[in-house]
């Protein structure tokens, strides 16, 4: 029977064939025909809107998945790991002069500079790299976290340079919003829709622009995940993947009830015999008179079986879950015991949950492998693997830097020249620097090695290049190979040069004897 929704469209699809469209607008995309079996959810207002009712509900929901979820834990861990890695993205100060030439004097100056806000970042005490890796975790679970850059000495906060951050998480933020003002989710925003400001919560609660603190957009750092060009606050990243996640976790915790239960014993009495009276005890004779010990006995006989007959689900079979220690009654005749059966583990269950990780894996962008703990298959299917999920921590890895690292520097650059540091220059010029992103991990580094060379041969990538992919630094590097030279311990670079110094050792040996 058709629903009310699909007679409509078909009226609907009717008068518009009369007026010559001939069915063409509703028909020309498969989504928009209308089916009995199929319904699509459709809303068509604001982003700004849906996001500024939902939004810290939406970030609550990802934060308690990170915090008792695996599957989600993997994801932000992921995120973490694959954007800023152990020691953060590396930022490499080359400073440029009139004639586009990095000027050697300015880079080590800045570098010394750049060190100190290294060490301490963060106004609770984090270094960047600290700073960076809790930062992307906020930037995953919650979908955004913001920055406030302060720009004086204070001994509460120990930064003995005029550069600071502190770190404010995304639920500061006020869920307000009032569109005369310009004001949506807790931004201030011009009329290009560019944020001018924020406004911060002074307390738990903050209903009106009276109870927030309004800070400038100049001296704010928002690290954000949007999937729109409209939304002004952040989702998170396991946004489109928690009705799966969530799935996951509740079959996840049917199958453990019910292997809880199957490791308990239970066991059904049947009887071969119907017409046979039931019950555990044998029946006792009416005609003897008793003593009173034994009168006493057949009574408590007579409650026990009682007791017993209540468990029975059926005159044919009586269950009954038997508990460590428990020893079993004498049973009548034409009874007998069997075990009840459990088929646990399902034999679905992992197929079910490798399939429901691959959906977590799609919506994410993280690698399969990673998430699952599963590393079957041979070199190429993991490195495929491995490269897809690549491309997805590689566009983070470039929004991580773009909006944070790079907008800190400059800010940084910006404070040395404000408090006569560093000499103003043109934009572009002393702010320029070159920044190190983690690599993707090797699989066969023999294979991956060999492939390097030969791109460096073949002149497709300098070495500089080469090392930067590697996570390292090409002037440290170089300055290491130097120093490690001059004191011996040259690396040799073919198996020939590894026999020669063989070889020389050995004369060297005999030389030794021969003496």
């Not at 890895?397 to 940084?412: G, I, P």
């Amino acid at each position: 029977m058709a629903t009310k929704k699909a007679r409509y469209y078909r009226a609907l699809n009717q008068e518009l064939k009369k007026r010559g469209f001939r069915g063409q607008v509703l028909n020309g995309y498969e989504a928009l025909k209308p089916s009995d079996h199929r319904e699509y959810q459709a809303d068509y207002r604001d982003v700004v809107d849906i996001n500024g009712a939902s939004f810290e509900r939406l970030a609550r929901i990802s934060c308690n998945l990170d915090r008792n979820n695996s599957a989600a834990i993997g994801v932000n861990n992921s995120v973490r790991d694959t954007v800023v890695g152990s020691v953060g993205i590396q930022v490499e100060p080359m400073p440029l002069d009139r004639n586009g030439e990095v000027d050697p004097v300015l880079t080590k100056k800045i570098s010394m500079m750049w060190t100190k806000f290294l060490r301490n970042a963060e106004v609770t005490g984090l270094n960047f790299a600290q700073l960076q890796r809790l930062a992307s975790l906020h930037w995953a679970r919650e979908g955004e976290v913001f920055f406030q850059v302060i720009t004086h000495k204070s001994r509460d906060i120990g930064n003995k340079f005029p550069f600071i951050l502190q770190m404010i998480p995304g639920d500061m933020i006020p869920n307000l919003t009032d569109k005369e003002l310009g004001i949506y989710s807790g931004i201030k925003v011009n009329r290009w829709n560019r944020p001018v400001g924020y406004y911060f919560k002074k307390g738990t609660y903050s209903f009106s622009v009276t109870d927030c603190q309004y800070v400038d957009a100049n001296s704010i750092i928002h690290l954000v995940n949007r999937r729109s060009i409209k939304e002004k606050r952040g989702i998170p990243m396991i946004t489109s993947a928690i009705p799966s996640i969530t799935d996951l976790a509740e079959y996840s915790e049917a199958e453990v009830i019910k292997a809880k239960q199957s490791a308990s014993l239970v066991f059904a009495v049947y009887k071969d015999d119907p017409d046979h009276g039931g019950g555990f005890l044998p029946d006792f004779d009416d005609d003897d008179e008793d003593s009173p010990e034994e009168q006493a006995a057949k009574t408590a006989a007579q409650l026990e079986a009682e007791r017993i007959k209540e468990i029975r689900r059926d005159d044919d079979r009586a269950e009954m879950h038997i508990k460590p220690g428990t020893s079993m009654m004498n049973l009548q005749p034409n009874e007998r015991i069997d075990l009840i059966k459990s088929d646990l583990p399902a034999s679905n269950l992992e197929k079910y949950r490798a399939n429901i990780l691959k959906d977590i894996a799609t919506a994410t962008g993280v690698n399969y492998s990673s998430l699952s703990r599963n590393y079957d298959g041979n070199y190429s299917s993991q490195r495929q693997g491995l490269i897809d999920s690549w491309k997805t921590a590689e566009g983070n890895q470039n929004e991580f830097a773009s909006q944070l690292v790079e907008k800190t520097y400059q800010k940084f650059i910006e404070t040395c020249q404000e408090h006569g540091f560093l000499p103003a220059s043109d934009e572009g010029l002393i702010d320029n620097a070159n920044y190190t992103f983690p690599v993707m991990p090797w699989i066969d580094p023999a294979k991956e090695a060999n492939a390097k060379r030969v791109l460096n041969e073949s002149g497709l990538k300098s070495k500089q290049e080469l090392i930067r992919e590697n996570g390292g630094n090409p002037d440290e590097t170089f300055a290491q190979l130097k120093r490690e030279e001059e004191m011996g311990f040259g690396i040799p670079k073919t198996i020939a040069d590894v026999r020669t110094l063989e070889l020389e050792d050995e004369a060297k040996n005999d030389e030794v004897v021969g003496n």
